[in-house]
């Protein structure tokens, strides 16, 4: 009998408006999966990517890099061979890369004698990450990872955090993936090294805002606070739509709404479940209208989660 | 008989660590106190200002202004006098200014028929700190009228928010407040208009970190993230004790310390009061060791909180 280890992860919103490189959450009804089973040979290998055509060279895949720092950091014996399905579009800004090295660290996991904990996980995951990034950022990661929203943080000395944000309310995402990629890499690439003391200030309001909006389920001060003045007004630039659709997203009255990630996808948040579904029909018609091909997402902010289980077959 | 109505409020530490212009606290123990009574005129006269040597023009003093708002805001047809006795240091960095005001209106409200609401107070208290800050900043007004630990935000139309921060767990605070006054509109013209984007990235992170150690009463995140990157490396030169100090409270492993509003004084947090005392007597001992004079005050963070009383005397 041949362990076959099915795991998925869900796609995640990050840079949630003033919580850049920190604030995060999970969806549900978007995930990458990854089959693992155990090799013979200490390394990974990529049996298969179903549903896009990326390369599968192990060193390169989120997936495969995150199970190599596992065997590596674990100092195992044996290996993983896998089968990535990518059910989160490539470049899309909804944390397809962190998810699909969480999903493969969850599969591992699953496969080990003894069980890791999620710091481990944590860690093997952003390793595979960085790959596609080109930089450590757990605001992808910790979500997929831990699900609902969540807080990244770094301390002085570089050693990550994750802080598990409570919002006693219930708050539901519109999500719009316009059909073009953008890589994290260019949108990362484009901001201003310099910010002014003023913005920074108002940017910290904002952030507060919006954690204790969360903290408290506070509607009217994720609405106030749910805004970014610093990096949104840079990046904006890259989703030529941006400014067709906000007119009409403004006049709405959504609770929020920003760029998810580093784009090009954006999120809408609603108060409830009717209120999103109106919101993902308004952007359903602004893409119609504008002619911006892409998908629309509607879920509950936060109710993604990592699951895994294990299937026995003849070998 | 003459009604006087006798308002205390206390002091405050503001600019707590990366919660610059944002985060607060109250302090039990210190604190200014304003005796009003109704006078004809709608008008505010300063009878007395006891404890220290400052000028009684009314237009100048935050008690007075605060007051002077409230008659034009309320439309009141009365006015009122008033005697300031200042308890907290002036230009210490402790809120005084702030306490004034706030013990101003606390006292003006008790004699009006119809109370007004918090809101209100701390809209008129506000408008009597701007005289002393040269700016608005609610930071030092909000715990001094709330008390507690508060978050006084800005939405992008400029309107005040007051979120009082849960804390579930006690902190204890030891000030230092050396023999020398700082002004804040000195502090504050010295600090640079720019910041770095990783500046902002980390210290958004230590402000994540100080916010959710405070509400979920973790200690561990308080310690690690209630630093301060960008503000107190910009002020410390301001203070010249502040070197001579630091390594010997780093090595004593507080729970944290800051300066306090804009300086002069220093704050040092501990998760219980035999080590709040332990540092207080440090503090002293430093300020023998290295002959800056000052003085140390201990309690516990947010304890301290407006009160009032209505005397009834014989004209």
Redesign the interface.
Known sequence: MKKISVASAPATVANVN??????GFSLPGISDQVRAWVIAEPVVRIKEIVGVDIPSIPAKNTASVALQEMIKGEKLTHGFEIVIEKGIPLASGLGGSAASAVAAVVAGNQLLKKKLSLEKLFFYALKGEEVASGGIHGDNIAPALYGGIT?C????DGAF?I?P?RCPKKIFCSIFHPAFPLETKKARGI????????D??????H???L??GF??GDYE?IY??A?D??ITPQRKSLLPFYDLFYPALIKAQSLAFGISGAGPSIFILSKNLPAAKKMSALLTSLSHKHKVSGQVFTGQVGAGKPEVTILKVRE
């Open positions: 003033a919580g850049f490189d920190i604030l807080a943080l770094k301390t002085s955090q802080v944000i901001l201003k090294t310099e910010i002014s003391l003023k920074y200030i108002q940017q910290s309001m952030l507060t805002g954690l204790m903290n408290l001060l106030h606070h805004k003045i610093i």
